[in-house]
């Protein structure tokens, strides 16, 4: 395997232009790295026209969207639906790796979502996002723009989250002991 690999790195070398400005953008993916990007690059190819209906085809081609069944008003759980298995496994090796990490956009997500949906889920949804965002980096021709570990706070401050009450929490005891009824 080793030295099919090897081959096959000393073709894509050899390729000018398009396909290695693609490869060299797909490498500013947080843990992605050199095998994942070229198989990944193999995969789906460089040209991004082909999914005409844009990212939500990319993701639904590679496997990753989310799915959707809903009866009498309930939500159901959804297996994964079957995909391109090389691209996924690309995916969810560097999803893996994201999710090991302090630092960076794609770990806080992976750290929020793990907490309430579990790690599979978050994995999912994690594989999800890097689609997406390759997806908008092989059409526009930009790197991987991190958005920072403060994204979601910065989207949403304390101060401005209305599910948190801003009161003192002696006021709040105060009020639910006046609120009390003696019998």
């Known amino acids: 395997m080793g030295l099919l690999f090897d081959l096959f790195l000393a073709r894509t070398e050899k390729v000018p232009g398009r396909a ?6 797909l490498l500013t993916v947080p843990d992605l790295g050199p095998h994942g990007a070229e ?3 193999a995969e789906i190819g460089p040209d991004m026209t082909i999914f005409e209906a844009g990212t939500e085809h ?6 990753v969207c989310p799915g959707s069944h809903e009866s009498a008003g309930k939500k159901k759980n959804v297996a994964v639906r079957p995909g391109n298995r090389y691209a996924k496994r690309a995916l969810g090796m560097a999803a893996k790796n994201v999710s090991r990490h302090k630092n960076g956009f794609l770990s806080v997500r992976f750290k929020r979502l793990a907490a309430r949906r579990g790690y599979t ?3 999912v949804a994690t594989k999800h996002a890097m689609i997406i965002a390759i997806w908008h980096m092989l059409t526009t021709g930009s ?3 991190d958005l920072g ?4 706070t910065r989207r949403t401050p304390p101060e401005a989250d209305p ?3 801003r009161r003192p929490r002696s006021r709040r005891i105060h009020r639910c002991q006046d609120s009390r009824i003696d019998t």
């Open 143 to 145: 790197c991987y723009h």
């Open 58 to 63: 990319l993701a639904s081609w590679v496997g």
């Open 149 to 152: 570990t403060g994204y979601y």
């Open 163 to 165: 599910t948190q009450d």
């Open 20 to 25: 290695k400005t693609r490869r060299l953008l």
């Open 39 to 41: 198989d990944l690059l």
């Open 121 to 123: 889920k978050a994995l």
